[in-house]
């Protein structure tokens, strides 16, 4: 069997979308990009040596670099074990070059954890379906907003099925039963199958992504939402979700309509608090200041705001900065683009 040489790319995504918490997934264009060598069977060094990890850009000096601890080649392994693939091919060698973010909302531990799921799939020759390449992720991620919309790319809608008692069951084990620093033998016994489904974008459409600089994990920004909603505030954001779906789809798009469909009442308000200026970026930078801008929101858990537009990018962002450097934040801003879903390239 001759070397295998291959490259994965995964974009960063933007989740929550206006109305849609836990729903509405959008891929961009920054990427986790990972280059993958494995060496011909004779080749490969005896006695076992395990994958030699690399890293640069975002995040590179705080990624472990012991395939065992680092999420990615920790998802590859939970996949190739439940493939009854017990360890890597030996002398693997992998290079990750992240142009995303840490902490900010866009998608990177999502984007990690689809890289994992299809680097197993390609170094175990598995050649899994969609579907269930996303199980895998699920498994780990947990929501399927942001790994879907990493997968398949583009403007994505996704959600659970129901199960039934025992699937229900095998989907609620603990992440740490799942994905532990030192996974043992797993079992292929669970399965959820979040069908995705494609809405079609206006091709004009792009992100500025507005990036605070200071982290904020999901599970902080989680932690301040409420148990219950009202019925009202339910109503409020499925309004506004069935008409951002057919809004985004409209060319040109209408900045108004888009506007009042991106509102949402599920979480933003009650993130307020971790994101000092917030509520000001988010109600002050509308299409009437600001022709250009559609729509805007609060991306993922936070805390970088994302404003859809087709022009205004510099205005957008930089009246963002000044709203926040009134409260004392410093900011980066990007103009990305709606971003095509995760590639695997074998390399010639």
Known sequence: ???????????????????????????????????????????????YAPPLISYSGEGADEVPLDAYKNLTTRV??????????RNFPSGTKLHANNEIPFGRGLGSSGAAVIAGVLLGNQLGDLKLSTERLLDFALMVERHPDNVTAALVGGFVGSYLRELDEAATEAASVPLSEVLPEYPPDASEDWGLHPPPRHWASAITIKAVAIIPRFELSTAKARQVLPSSYTRKD????????????????????DPELIYEAMKDRIHQPYRKTLIPGLPEVTS????????????????????????????????IAEDARAIFKERGIEIDWKVLSVAEGSKVTIDQ
């Open 234 to 253: 339910v109503v409020f954001n499925l309004q506004r979700l069935a008409v951002l779906t057919t809004a985004l789809a409209q060319s040109p798009p």
């Open 76 to 85: 590859a392994l939970y996949v190739l074990r439940c493939n009854n693939i």
């Open 284 to 315: 002050m930078i509308t299409p009437s200041s600001h022709p250009g801008l559609l729509g805007i929101c609060l991306s993922g858990a936070g805390p970088t705001i994302l404003a859809l537009a087709t022009s205004g990018f510099e205005a």
């Open 1 to 47: 069997m001759a070397p295998k040489n291959f490259t994965i790319s995964v974009p960063a995504t933007s989740a929550n979308i206006g109305p849609g918490f836990d729903v509405v997934g959008l891929s961009l264009s920054l990427h986790l990009t990972l280059q993958v060598s494995v060496p011909s069977p004779s080749d490969s060094p005896a006695p």
